[in-house]
């Protein structure tokens, strides 16, 4: 068995002993009360589901085992150059719970790249279909495309047993997440340069060799797309790419179908899709002002129109986080360092001195702080990267990293089929009657 599926297991042999016991013991105990407002309001805040990659905090923001965006990019393993952390540590860290060694991310690195055929009719799947497709319906087809390779739907036909479906789950994420980056930048490569297609580097670690096979071969790029794919990776459990990669997999749906639909619910507007409305948002508003350099009361008066107009300010407020987002710092950070004169960065950072106060006027946004969407547009297009309609695909390859870290735990501890309760508004009438009277 490989090291990290070794380790793997004997953690999740000892965590699911020790969660028996502690159900055995406390199964009985309330850790939460639901009100009508979570019911009617998206279910914020309610407790329902174990989640090990990481944990969100809402004035901190997110934690991987623990460790914060900062001390990730201190303590993972690094890139040849410069000094942004490989995802294959996160991953690494995400799955056992423990910092890699430099030669257990180079053992990974070298995992990925030997997994990592794509097989070719899903070439030809994405082939059939319009090159001006949007680039994360292509993702997702291209997903369920691959699921012909899916070691669990095969185990799972041949009559595995329930203890064995752990070990299937990982070697489907371990093949699953190497083949991402070729299917995701053939998807932008057939899309926006006439199909000219890159060959897989075999030299390169997993997003360095995402970087090229994209056609950018700048250095500092290649460190973007390691803080990238670090950064987005996991945001615990309850957001929506993350749930629905968690409920889909609760049916024994395997990997690649639960994280396509996973990919799907990513492929919204107020999720994964801002990346791409903020920069939409963005380059409308400069052409409406008619220059690159607006000042920050040209973009206070932009961002009060957008409002008028009923619409969001794309970037801002989260359903969890009260603050500014330590992905968003994080991108500032290295934009600061690389890139401190680019004018689309500095008008992203004035949009940010502008925008959490008016927000904050309208007296009913719960978070009017940048989220991790805000800042990273404006990255990608220092870089040449300029296609805003690819940018979720790229967020995307990146949540494979957490939600399918989760998928492995959820089977070696055994999770049930989740499927919780829901109401009519009659049945809630009659509750709260019911309720009046007993008072
Ligand atoms: N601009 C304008 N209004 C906003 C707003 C924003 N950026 N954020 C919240 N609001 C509004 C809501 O629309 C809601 O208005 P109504 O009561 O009239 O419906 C009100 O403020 C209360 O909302 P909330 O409780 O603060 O926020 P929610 O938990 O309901 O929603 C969202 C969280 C992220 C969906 C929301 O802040 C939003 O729409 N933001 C803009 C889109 C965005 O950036 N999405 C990406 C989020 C991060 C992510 O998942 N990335 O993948």
């Known amino acids: ?24 013991e406390h199964g009985g105990t309330k850790v939460d009360e639901v009100t009508l407002s979570q019911i009617f309001g998206g279910a914020r805040n309610i407790k329902m589901m174990v989640w090990e990659p990481s944990e969100l905090d809402p004035i901190e923001g997110i934690r991987f085992r623990g460790f914060s965006i900062p001390e990730l990019r201190e303590k993972l393993p690094h ?54 497709a949007h680039p994360m319906a292509q993702f ?28 299937p789950t990982y070697e489907d994420t371990m093949n699953l997440i190497a083949r991402l980056p ?32 994209l056609g950018i071969e700048k250095p500092d790029f290649k460190n973007l797309m390691r803080l990238y794919m670090t950064i987005h990776a996991d945001h615990e459990g309850g957001n929506a790419s993350a749930h629905t990669t968690h409920l889909v997999g609760s049916t024994l749906s395997d990997p690649y179908f639960s994280f396509a639909a996973g990919m799907d619910a990513l492929a ?37 129109s957008t409002l008028a107009a009923g619409q969001v300010i794309p970037g801002y407020g989260h359903a969890v986080l009260r603050r500014p987002d330590p992905r968003f710092i994080a991108q500032k950070e290295f934009a600061e360092e690389y890139m401190p004169d680019s004018d689309l960065v500095n008008v992203v950072w004035k949009v940010f001195e502008v925008v959490p106060d008016i927000l904050e006027g309208l007296g009913k ?5 940048p989220n991790v969407d805000a800042h990273s547009g404006a990255l990608l297009v220092q870089y040449g990267l300029k296609e805003y309609s690819y940018y979720t695909v790229l967020f995307g390859v990146s949540r494979a990293l957490g939600v399918l870290a989760a998928l492995c735990w959820a089977r070696a501890l055994g999770f049930p089929l989740e499927r919780p309760k829901s109401l009519t508004t009659d049945w809630v009438k009659a509750f709260i009657a019911k309720s009046a009277v007993s008072v």
């Open 1 to 24: 068995m490989d090291p990290l599926k070794q380790k793997f297991i004997d953690k999740a042999t000892a965590l699911k002993a020790e969660m028996k016991a502690l159900l055995a």
């Open 79 to 132: 890139g040849p150059t410069g000094k942004e952390p490989k995802p294959e540590g996160l991953f690494w860290l995400m799955l056992v719970g423990e910092i890699p060694t430099l030669d257990e991310v180079n053992w990974l690195t070298d995992q990925w790249r030997h997994r990592c055929n794509v097989p070719e009719h899903v070439f030809k799947v994405l082939d059939s279909l319009p090159v001006d």
């Open 140 to 167: 997702t087809v291209a997903i369920n495309a691959m699921q012909t390779e899916s070691i669990f739907a095969r185990r799972y036909d041949e009559g595995m047993k329930k203890t064995e479906y752990w070990d």
């Open 182 to 213: 070729r299917v995701a930048a053939y998807i932008y490569r057939r899309s926006y340069h006439q199909g000219k297609h890159i060959s897989p580097d075999m030299t390169q670690d997993w997003a360095a060799n995402f970087a090229h096979m």
């Open 268 to 304: 919204g507007p107020l999720h994964g899709l801002a990346n791409q409305e903020v920069i939409r948002w963005i380059f409308r508003m400069l052409d409406a002002l008619g220059t690159t350099t607006p000042t920050k009361e040209q973009i206070a008066e932009y961002v009060k």
């Open 365 to 369: 946004v719960k978070n009017p702080w």
